[in-house]
């Protein structure tokens, strides 16, 4: 359209929503994406003067730029509705401006007019997706004997908060990204193939935790695909799910969590607990330390989390870890807001 009216470039200016996010498509003529802050300031600038000028350079490649990783807007936010004990999402992984071998003409009929593109960039779920398909495939060929639960787990708990500048992750509007808008944090894969322990779980721990969520029998068989008779099982709750992170509906009264991990490293090995919350919650992990003596050794402890004083309306956020000399086994602590934990 721009190029149809004769013009030379475009810039291009997100919705205050979108932030900082910006995309690398191929334009027709040349073209600035920019953040809302930076399309302000060049609107501002338009308005100012009379005859406004504009120069676009190409300054090719610019390697290590910050913040990155960062969580583009159109990422998925938790909480999760139908199960807001769980914390989700779960991790964040590569999806945004992703260079890959492209063909067009067969996967596109949109972009056919440009078969002389080799290469090109995408974002979103399908490319995260993939990413995160590709690691849990590595570990699977690596552990053949892991759950699809343990996969999970080490892929979770080997994750990061900080990005490459070793400041903590940021969102589209570069504040501080919360565990409801990145998950457990960015993967890791390198860390993932060896997590040191897992959070693991089955079949029949997934179909009682489904069967606590209330949804029925016939709820639960349209997700398993199997006949359950919810009433003959134990229900568990949310936060009874041996999952790899917390998520804590504290009110006035203590709440007490368990969880069970799997030693997957090496066979002697001790974990000590450390934990990072806010000064306004107290957190206690009994017992302190895990001592496990072989390999896929279980071993179980309990988490018990209270405010220290008045709660606090806006929750909190903080992490769990397990650390031994060689791994760091980390899990997410979430209070949800007052009114979402009410």
């Known amino acids: 359209m721009v190029s149809a009216y004769g013009g030379a470039g ?120 993939p990413h995160l398909s590709g690691i849990a495939a590595i570990i699977k060929s690596l552990h053949p004997s892991w759950s699809p639960a343990a996969i999970k787990s080490a892929i979770m708990t080997s994750s990061g908060t900080a990005d490459h500048a070793g400041v903590p992750i940021k969102d589209e509007q570069y504040r501080r990204a919360s565990f409801y808008s990145m998950g457990a944090g960015y993967v890791n894969p390198s860390r993932a193939v060896d997590p040191g322990l897992v959070y693991d779980l089955g079949a029949g721990e997934y179909i009682a935790y489904l069967c606590g969520l209330g949804i029925g029998d016939d709820g639960v068989k349209e997700i398993t695909g199997r006949r359950v008779a919810c009433a003959k099982l134990k229900a568990i709750t949310e936060a009874e799910l041996n999952y790899p992170s917390l998520v804590v509906k504290l009110l006035s009264h203590p709440i007490t969590v368990r969880r069970t991990v799997t030693n997957v490293g090496k066979a002697n090995s001790v974990y000590k607990a450390v934990v990072d919350m806010p000064r306004a919650v107290s957190v206690v992990v009994r017992p302190p330390v895990l001592r496990f003596a072989r390999a896929n050794e279980k071993q179980s402890f309990t988490v018990t989390v209270r405010w220290n004083g008045p709660p606090a309306v806006a929750g909190a956020e903080g992490n769990l870890k397990w650390v031994s000399s060689e791994h760091v086994v980390r899990s997410p602590i979430v209070i949800p807001p007052a009114k979402a934990a009410a």
Do not use: C, Q
Not at 68 to 95: C, E, M, Q, W, Y
């Open 10 to 129: 475009m810039i291009l200016m997100n919705k205050p929503a979108e932030g900082f996010t910006t995309f690398a498509d191929a334009h027709v003529l040349p073209a600035s994406h920019v953040s809302y802050a930076a399309g302000s300031k060049i609107a501002a600038y338009i308005k100012s003067t009379p005859r406004p000028t504009a120069t676009i350079t190409f300054r090719g490649t610019v390697m290590g730029s910050s913040p990155a990783p960062s969580v583009a807007f159109f990422s998925s936010r938790g909480p999760n509705k139908a199960s807001p004990g769980i914390l989700k999402p779960d991790i964040t992984g590569p999806g945004m401006n992703i260079l890959a071998a492209w063909a067009p003409s067969e996967m596109h009929p949109e972009f056919a007019d440009d078969v002389s593109l080799p290469f090109f960039m995408e974002s979103g779920t399908s490319m995260s997706t």
